[in-house]
Nanobody
C-alpha cells in the first residue's frame, strides 16, 4: 500500500519561497505518476503539477507554470514541489497524490485520476 506524507509547509511572506516534500513509502514508485494539488478555503481542489516516474515527463497548471517546479529524488523516494514568487492567493492546503500509470504526466494529472493521497500540509502566504 502506497503511503504519502507531506512536509515543508508553513508561513512565508509574499515573494518568498518554500520547498514542499512528499515522502513516499510502501511500494516502488517506478510506475507511478506523483502529483501536487492544493485546496484553498471555500474552493475546489486544483491540480498544480505532476511528474511521471516511468518517463520523467512533467505537467504544470497554467496558474503555477514558471513559479513552481516539481522534481524527484529517486534514491529517497521523495517528490518535491519548489514554490517561488509566492502570492497571498497561493495560501492553501497542499496535497501530494499518486496514481499507478504508465501514461505521461499531463494525461493523468487530475483529481479524478489520483488513487492515493497524503493528509495535506498548510501553506500560508502573508506579510
Amino acid at each position: 500500500q502506497l503511503q504519502l506524507g507531506e512536509s515543508g509547509g508553513g508561513l512565508v511572506q509574499p515573494g518568498g519561497s518554500l520547498r514542499l516534500s512528499c515522502q513516499t513509502s510502501g511500494v516502488s514508485l517506478d510506475y507511478y505518476v506523483i502529483g501536487w494539488f492544493r485546496q484553498a478555503p471555500g474552493k475546489e481542489r486544483e491540480g498544480l503539477a505532476c511528474i511521471s516516474r516511468s518517463d520523467g515527463s512533467t505537467y504544470y497548471a497554467d496558474s503555477v507554470k514558471g513559479r513552481f517546479t516539481i522534481s524527484r529524488d529517486g534514491t529517497k523516494n521523495i517528490v518535491y514541489l519548489q514554490l517561488n514568487s509566492l502570492k497571498p492567493e497561493d495560501t492553501a492546503k497542499y496535497y501530494c497524490s499518486a496514481v499507478l500509470s504508465l501514461f505521461p504526466a499531463h494525461a493523468v494529472c487530475g483529481e479524478p485520476s489520483m488513487e492515493y493521497w497524503g493528509k495535506g500540509i498548510l501553506v500560508t502566504v502573508a506579510s
